[in-house]
């Protein structure tokens, strides 16, 4: 059996052990649903009495006592009267028994303890034994808040307590290192109440951010990319158009202008098109690649809302190509190789990739969509990568190919996308004249390789723990002074540096000891250090985050070094 699978039927064995143990805890409980995750499993439940988190260590223990109990797991298949005579008095279940259109149904038996389900597990409750019970939280049934409000307790299960370990300290890590944390400590940015969702990037975080968009901006011009800037405000009928309007209303920001409605835009595309529009193009001008760093607002549920992670205002490094069907392939697998430069240059060396497929709110015709997938597949499979299908997740007007990445606590973040689009070429009657004089129905290629910018910054940040590479860093080098007397040589090094890096100055009267501190604490990537006897020579003592250091470094060589950390 695949790997995989045998841990997919642990896990949703360990969801059923999780119901077992607070049916017997909490004996009126009502079960709804208890499906796998990617590093556990979940049920959510309606109980008499409130489960609090300082129950979970209860509920742990028992599903422990019921795992050396050793109760064979039995899976069968009744009719679907049988199965609302056993679950008739939960509605919850007499609901989804409603929805399954065969005539039988799926009962899973360990015990006394009777769940519906269609199967997928061990063999017996013995088998289950790395687990761990993690949060608590309130979901409504069926995501629908009109619906009953309900618990969910989630966990964790893993093969060997080894991999339970590793898991449980990665988790600890994510607690440290988290990005809202590292924020504040470092100085980089604030959440406040007066902009719930709006982040306020501090002068370090903004550096940061102008870095990656420097390196991005570089990156495009080289390719061949011209940079726009439109409007954050249009004329809703443009959103109508757009089928935005349509199939993202709920998410977007209104305002009224002389009385005519506006938005606030949700995305950039838009834009790009009517710059595209402002006069006939020619086939000899295309592909052409049009990039934007595109403020964009989306109203998320206060709920939702996770630092930089998830927000209500962000910027999108967006691009899109205008092209000829038959360049549209070569032009995805040159996107594709930017992405994997731009993940290199950061860092991310394990990369996870989806291929979204067609949603059931889909604009465009199937043929149209199926051709679009096509040629996604082919530059995936031209460029050696592996990918996952994933049905129906793309956007409402194309597929596209989701680049997911994994940081050092072995997390996964989706952030690049590429995607196909034949619909708004429709909607907004793109063309180009081709060589026999006649207009020609050109092809869109979406792109953002860092995504929002914001999210990317909290990834990267949580990836490197705080301690920034180098050339990322807000800070690159402080100079720290051991007496005032080298206030002076440290000054005129100061001024000659700061034309090739990101440098500051600290000549304050605390002991060198307390200002290497300081910097250490702040992931300064370098401390130039000076004393009477690098003045006398005319050098420096270089000490790194880690505590190594260099002694007798000239201002030629340290300059040499600048380089090639930023390389």
């Keep these: 059996m695949d790997n995989h699978v045998k841990l997919e039927q642990l896990r949703h064995s360990a969801a059923h052990l999780l119901a077992h143990a607070i049916s017997e805890l909490y004996p009126d409980t009502r079960f709804t649903i208890g499906p796998t995750t990617d590093t556990g499993f979940f049920y959510d439940f309606l109980a008499q009495t409130t489960i609090r988190e300082d129950d979970l260590p209860v509920i742990e223990e028992r599903m422990k ?39 039988v149904v799926g009962i899973s038996r360990q015990g006394d303890f009777i769940d519906l389900c269609r199967g997928g597990h061990v063999t017996s409750t013995g088998q289950i034994k790395h687990f761990k019970l993690l949060t608590i939280s309130g979901v409504y049934w069926r995501g629908d808040k ?21 898991y449980l300290q990665q988790r600890e890590d994510a607690l440290k290192y988290d990005h809202r944390k590292l924020g504040k400590e470092l100085d980089l940015f604030s959440l406040m109440p007066e902009g719930v969702g709006f982040p306020f990037m501090h002068p370090k975080g903004t550096l940061i951010l102008n870095t990656l968009k420097d390196f991005m901006r570089k990156l495009l011009y080289d390719n061949g990319y011209q940079e726009v800037a439109t409007p954050i405000m249009l004329n809703a009928d443009l959103w109508r158009r757009s089928g935005h309007y349509s199939y993202y209303k709920e998410n977007m920001y209104f305002s009224h202008i002389d009385e005519t409605e506006y938005a606030i835009r949700p995305m950039n595309c838009p834009g790009a098109f009517l710059i595209y529009n402002t006069r006939p193009r020619s086939y000899r001008e295309l592909p052409m690649r049009i990039s934007e760093f595109g403020y964009v607002h989306r109203h998320e549920l206060s709920g939702v809302l996770h630092g930089l992670m998830r927000v209500r205002a962000f910027t999108i490094d967006d691009a899109h190509i205008i092209c000829k069907l038959d360049q549209m392939e070569s032009e995805i697998i040159t996107v594709l190789g930017l992405i994997a430069a731009t ?90 004249i081709n060589s026999n004089g006649q207009k020609e129905r050109v092809v869109v290629i979406h792109h953002a390789i860092f995504g929002s910018l914001e999210r990317f910054f909290a990834v990267v940040l949580e990836h490197y723990k705080g301690k920034l590479p180098f050339w990322i860093s807000p800070v690159q080098a402080r100079i720290l002074t051991i007496t005032e007397q080298e206030n002076g040589y440290a000054k005129e090094l100061y001024e000659k540096l700061r034309p ?10 605390d002991p060198i000891s307390a200002k290497i501190k300081d910097a250490q604490l702040q992931q300064v990537p370098w401390m130039i250090v000076i004393g009477k006897k690098e003045e006398a020579s005319g050098t420096i003592t270089l000490r790194y985050r880690d505590g190594t250091q260099e002694f007798g470094i000239s201002f030629e060589s340290l300059l040499e070094k600048i380089t090639q950390e930023n390389a």
């Design 500 to 509: 090739y890096m990101r440098v500051e100055l600290d000549t304050n009267s």
């Design 65 to 103: 006592q019921l795992s050396e109990k050793d109760y064979s797991i039995i899976q069968s298949s009744v009719s679907k009267e049988e199965a609302r005579r056993i679950f008739k008095d939960n509605p919850f279940k007499l609901e989804l028994i409603n929805d399954i259109e065969d005539t």
């Design 343 to 432: 993940l290199k240059k950061v860092g991310f060396t394990t990369i996870k990739i989806g291929l979204a497929t067609r949603p059931a709110n889909a604009m465009g015709s199937v043929e149209v969509w199926n051709i679009a997938i096509e040629a996604l597949k082919k530059a995936l499979e031209r460029c050696g990568y592996e990918y996952t299908i994933k049905e129906g997740d793309g956007a409402f007007y194309g597929p596209k190919i989701e680049v997911g990445i994994q940081d050092s606590m072995g997390r996964t973040w989706q952030c690049s996308t590429v995607q196909v689009d034949f619909v708004q070429p429709e909607n907004f009657d793109l063309t180009c």
């Design 146 to 166: 009109e619906k009953p409000q309900l618990q969910r307790i989630s966990g964790i299960c893993f093969e060997s307590k080894a991999e339970l370990d590793q």
